[in-house]
């Protein structure tokens, strides 16, 4: 498992750890508020006591998850990205997942996504494999057109999403 730590530019990336929990989750909501409220969702479909505990479960069971890989970005010692990859969802010979990646929504546009992105070109190196899968909400433009200038196309696949909107499934070969 890597646990060293990596600066690109000014953005200190490391591996994330159960301090780093509250920050993750902060950051989380603010980044699902962003998009998927530009999506159509108001906060409150997006922000529920229940997301609030599947976040706290979710992030807590993938940090400590010794096959799953989460990466915070800091800048000034402030969270401002978040990256977690692992095997894919759907198993798959030769793939790794890029489950998430989330930049402070203040934060978009400076570099820190692409530099988070490069960690998981990096991972894909790291586990000996080619190919990267992913899932996009089909209403987040804003990443859709992040991934697809990075080199990711649509594989056709989707599943059931929020506000009758799918996840569309996205693919990346890795020399």
């Given amino acids: 498992m890597w646990s060293g730590r990596r600066r690109d530019g000014a953005t200190d990336i490391r591996e994330a750890g159960p301090a780093d929990l509250d920050d993750i989750i902060a950051l989380h909501t603010r980044a699902r508020i962003a998009y998927y409220g530009a999506g159509g969702l108001p906060v409150e479909e997006i922000v529920t006591p229940e997301s609030a505990r599947q976040q706290r479960e979710g992030w ?23 990256l977690a990859m692992g095997p894919p969802h759907v198993p798959e010979a030769n ?15 400076g570099g820190i996504g692409c530099a988070l992105h490069g ?7 790291t586990e000996g494999v080619s190919v990267g899968v992913l899932e996009v909400w089909e209403r987040n433009v804003r990443a859709r057109a992040f991934y697809t200038r990075l080199g990711w196309h649509p594989d056709g696949t989707s599943r059931p ?15």
Avoid: N, S
């Fill in 119 to 125: 960690h998981f070109l990096r991972h894909l190196e």
């Fill in 161 to 175: 999403g929020p506000a009758d909107a799918p996840y569309l499934g996205m693919r990346l070969t890795h020399p």
């Fill in 95 to 109: 793939a790794a997942q890029l489950y998430q990646i989330h930049v402070d929504p203040d934060r978009w546009a």
């Fill in 60 to 82: 807590t069971a993938a940090v400590a998850a010794p096959h799953k890989h989460v990466r915070c970005a800091r800048m000034a010692g402030r969270l401002v990205g978040l």
